[in-house]
């Protein structure tokens, strides 16, 4: 079959690789009909994530038909169109069973940071990707869920994990009705967080990025304020200015490790001296969140990535919340705001790629080339 590969930092490829197996009686094989690629993809393909192999094939964000299915599977059968949530959940650990699913210890035990997920190096499992025609998918009677009577594909996609991750990062916020939700980064998630903000009552959005095109589409598929950080003042300074000096009551963080020079890798002494800022948006969630806000963060950092001020939080009284997004939990209440339009997921997919054009994919996604939101590719 074909399959993305990876060769190295910001090198990808398309290659002929085995067929996946039932390894386990709870797999099957889902033949990949749409797959994204997704920013936390980035910071794999950027070399920033520790444990990523070459060879290894990336993509937790696909939806498809199920193949085959192992002799203990009864929630899904040969056919069935599936959406697969891009964490690989036991569900019956002690985490799963709180439905924190982006926590499971079984399908990752060895992991700090997080669950089993899709192709995201060995840190969260070594399970091979989705960027590929087909993919092994584990514990399949806990992800794996059909794709209702006349869904789009291109919605059902987006459920895999960009409108659940938008979600929670707006409900993480624990926004009250009238409140002031800042938003760092518009990319596909922050652009959905700043949609599901308006769902928990909030009075007022706004988004920060710096990519034109990006703050055009924000403002308008989310019907928010959206402003170009290198072009106005610090918004810390802005955040405060325009709310009475007391800060936004909720701040998202939607970025995560920047590309440059935020290595995950365990750092020591001038090392890390040099990731100092390099996390510029959580920075700036924590200084423009009022005292006694929440700031939640959903962007992806490693384990010891920056030096978070730290202080500030304890003085101002901050919460973080901070988490994989669970979506096993989210998606029957995803799906049906899909159905009841009032989401539409699929508005952020800019970019049709064929499998086999995938370099393409990932270099015009990661240079924010042709106004790209996001892309899917098609197998
Ligand atoms: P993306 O790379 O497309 O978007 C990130 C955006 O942030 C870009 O538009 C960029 O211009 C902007 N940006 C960069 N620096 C900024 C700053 N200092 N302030 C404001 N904006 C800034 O990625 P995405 O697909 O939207 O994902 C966003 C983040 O969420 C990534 O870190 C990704 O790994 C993470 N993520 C987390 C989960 C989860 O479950 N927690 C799931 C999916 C994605
Ligand atoms: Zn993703």
Known sequence: MLAMEYRGPQRVRITEKPMPEIKHPEDTIVRVVRSCICGSDLHLYNGNVPDTRVG?????????????????VTKVKVGDRVIVP????????????????????EAAPQ??????????????????GGQAEYVRVPYSNVGPTV???????????????????????????GIQPGDTVVVFGAGPVGIMAAKCAWLFGAGRVIVFDREEY??????????????????????????????????????IDCVGAEAAGSAMQTITGRKLLLQAGSATALHWAINSVKKGGIVSIVGVYGPTDNLVPIGNVVNKGITIRANQASVPRLLPRMIEHV????INPKALLTHRIPLEEIADGYRIFADKLDNCIKPVLIP
């Open 56 to 72: 290894e094939t990336f993509g937790h964000e696909f939806i498809g038909v199920v193949e085959e299915v192992g002799t203990e």
């Open 86 to 105: 891009f964490n690989i959940a036991c569900g019956k650990c002690a985490f799963c069973k709180q439905e924190l699913y982006g926590n499971c210890h």
């Open 111 to 128: 992991a700090t940071a997080a669950g089993g997920i899709f192709g995201y190096s060995h840190i969260t499992g070594g399970y091979a």
């Open 147 to 173: 794709i209702p009577e006349g869904m789009d594909l291109d919605d059902a996609v987006m459920l895999t994990d960009v409108v659940p991750t938008g979600y929670q990062a707006a409900e993480m916020g």
């Open 214 to 251: 990006r703050l055009e589409f924000v403002r308008n598929y989310a019907q928010c304020e959206a402003y170009n950080f290198e072009s106005i003042e610090d918004p810390v300074v802005f955040v405060k200015r325009t709310t009475d000096s007391l800060g936004a009551d909720v701040c």
């Open 339 to 342: 159905q009841n339009g009032v």
